[in-house]
């Protein structure tokens, strides 16, 4: 890895370099939520955030997205795909960790067109960031991003000590050479420091150890019931989930009926259509087999790494209080 | 430039012939030459079929390839797509993507006796499988079809599965048929006919009318869901492993290719997509993944 350091008065000259690589949004403070939106200058951005409610999914397999359109007359289906140069400021380690779990369904498998061409076009910044009373992400050692950035800011007393995580990364770094400095030893020691203070700032913990058997042996339990007789089936813990992806897909048709375009857009693993296949036959028919299926999901091994990256996201958003954490701690029996 | 593997490819169909009330045999015809040329699949795999305008569905295919670049189908009018797909003219443009899924394990099962399981339309995914091993009939031992319909009616491929009734021991197969409804005349008839391979009521009932040997054999299922649990019964009564009994199942497989989501089954310790993992999956894949059967 290469390190280098930014002035804090330099903020805004870097910024202002980003955006010759590409649209550049960071995470703005909307009422008392948090959105990545697209920014102007450093000034508009609030880096001390907690979390944004949608994460940076959304740049990558859009809310909503056209596929193509097709046209029967001329018998043909048409890529509509659209190139757009972005930089995502100010991403946490957790969000990261995400994409690069999104990174292996929709690249390292049967690339998906549409997200890997928008992931290559994209320059991704993260920023350092302190845990909040739902913050669970070091139980799953997502706290940290070790690599799947191409910079990554940590915040220094004068200025941020940088990690230059990709080619594209140094190339950045090498226009804005007067803009950066060498890390000198005392900058590593606070962010030495700085790291090792933050392990010591989380107060919520998932124990992960034979989570997946735990699921497995709670298969029957109760505790379904239980928390589907609360939830809503409303699918916000789906849409802000930085590591959910189901999509669903629809073709809308122009007034003459011979063409039209399909679009897919994020789909919900709580909503009653999921399983439901043509005929009327539902292989996911109650809201307990929805919720149980969404927590299996999110707690089974994909390679070495839960499909989970402890963001908190879906009980903070959970219109029904319901605690990912607090549930889990059941299934295994804990509470 | 990077393929796209969501953009449909343009087929046409060329053969639609009303076999049920309900179900359609079609044949499909990619136009892209060069696709046609690369275009194949194996028993047990599926296409996704869009309809424009309308959407897109999974389907498997009921046949072996025998002419490059197409592919037969064989379509209950069951949803939206299947609907538009009922109502398609020969030459009629439609979209193709694929063929998707793992399909059965042919290579693996060489050398063994097969026993096909199907029930209803579940016979059309098997029928792919009956063909490659009479096609390769030297590659296999016995090979045994149970067939459970509900009605006369109801059954698909009617001359092709006729003629096995009556004359498959000679073409290498041994053909039961099973039917549910015991007022149906004309399967009464049938049975008449064929008393020892035709009989009144489910299809595990046909497990009465043969010995299997279970240290070489591979059974083979696909049918409703209800049926599984059944058969897997009947088999593991016999002696057959779990590992040697095959099924392909039925999820909403949206995307084909492991991305949508919605055909994901299983718990933390397997999780598996049905499109990309299977369709076709083993009684042990069941025994360690909830909710597959």
């Known amino acids: 890895m290469k390190y280098v350091k930014l002035p804090k008065e330099n903020l805004d000259a870097f910024v202002e370099n980003l955006k010759t690589h590409g649209k550049v949004y960071g995470p703005v403070k909307i009422g008392e939520y948090y959105s990545f939106q697209e920014i102007n200058n450093s000034k508009e951005m609030s880096l001390e955030y907690s979390r944004t409610m949608i994460p940076p999914k959304k740049f990558f397999l859009k809310l909503k997205e056209r596929l193509f359109t097709f046209n029967e007359e001329k018998g043909e289906y048409k890529e509509t795909l659209e190139e757009e140069k972005i930089v995502v400021f100010g991403i946490h380690p957790c969000d990261i960790n995400a994409l690069k779990l999104m990174d292996k369904i929709y690249i390292d498998e049967t690339p998906d067109k549409y997200y890997k061409m928008r992931r290559e076009n994209a320059v991704i910044v993260g920023y350092g960031c302190h845990p909040d009373e739902y913050c669970f992400c070091h139980s799953l050692g997502t706290n940290y991003a070790a690599d799947g950035f191409d910079l990554f800011l940590h915040e220094l007393k004068d200025g941020f000590f940088v990690r230059v995580g990709s080619d594209k990364g140094n190339a950045i770094v090498s226009e804005i050479s007067e803009l950066i400095k060498d890390v000198e030893g005392s900058d590593i020691e606070e962010f030495r420091a700085a790291e090792r203070k933050r392990e010591k700032e989380y107060t919520l913990e998932l124990n992960i150890r034979g989570i997946t058997d735990m699921l497995a042996l709670a298969y029957e339990s109760e505790v379904w019931k239980e928390y589907a007789d609360k939830c809503f089936g409303c699918g916000s813990c789906n849409l802000v989930c930085p590591t959910c992806r189901c999509y669903d897909v629809v073709d809308n048709v122009n007034l003459n009926l011979k063409s039209g375009e399909r679009l897919r857009r994020l789909d919900s693993c709580m909503l009653r259509k999921h399983g439901l296949v043509a005929g009327g036959l539902n292989f996911r028919p109650t809201r307990i087999e929805r919720l149980r299926n969404r927590f299996n999901c999110k707690g089974s091994l994909r390679e070495d790494t839960l499909n989970c990256v402890g963001c908190g996201r879906c009980t903070v958003y959970c219109p029904s209080q319901i605690d990912y954490v607090e549930v889990l701690k059941k299934v295994r029996g804990e509470l | ?293």
């Open chain 2, 1 to 293: 430039m990077m393929e796209n593997v969501l953009l449909p490819k343009l087929a046409k169909i060329v053969k639609s012939e009303k076999m049920t009330a309900i179900e359609r045999f079609l044949q499909v015809e990619v136009l892209d030459k060069k696709f046609a040329e690369v275009f194949d699949y194996q028993p047990g795999q599926f296409i996704e079929v869009s309809i424009m305008g309308v959407g897109e569905a999974p389907i498997s295919t009921c046949s072996i390839r025998t002419k490059k670049g197409v592919i037969d189908l064989c379509v209950r009018n069951v949803g939206r797509v299947t609907n538009a797909i009922h109502h398609l003219n020969i030459g009629s443009l439609i979209g193709i993507r694929g063929p998707y899924g793992n399909g059965f394990p042919m290579e693996e099962m060489e050398g063994s006796n097969l026993l096909l399981v199907a029930g209803g339309l579940g016979v059309a995914p098997l029928r792919s499988v009956l063909q490659y091993a009479l096609k390769n009939r030297a590659k296999y031992k016995d090979i045994t079809v149970f067939y459970g319909i509900r009605t006369y009616d109801t059954m698909l491929f009617r001359d092709e599965f006729y003629n096995l009734l009556a004359e498959g021991d000679k073409l290498g197969c041994k053909f039961y048929l099973s039917y549910e409804d015991s007022k149906d005349k004309q399967c009464i008839s049938l049975e008449a006919e064929h008393s020892e391979r035709c009989m009144c009521g489910v299809v595990t009932k046909l497990f009465e009318r043969i010995k299997l040997s279970p240290e070489d054999t591979y059974a083979i299922i696909c049918g409703p869901p209800i049926m599984y649990r059944f058969v897997v019964q009947e088999l593991t009564k016999k002696q057959v492993p779990p590992e040697k009994i095959y099924m392909t199942l039925e999820r909403r497989m949206k995307c084909g290719i492991g991305k949508c989501g919605h055909c994901i089954i299983g718990d933390g310790t397997s999780i598996k997509y049905v499109c990309k993992d299977g369709p076709v999956f083993t009684y042990w894949d069941a025994l360690h993944t909830k909710g597959m059967i």
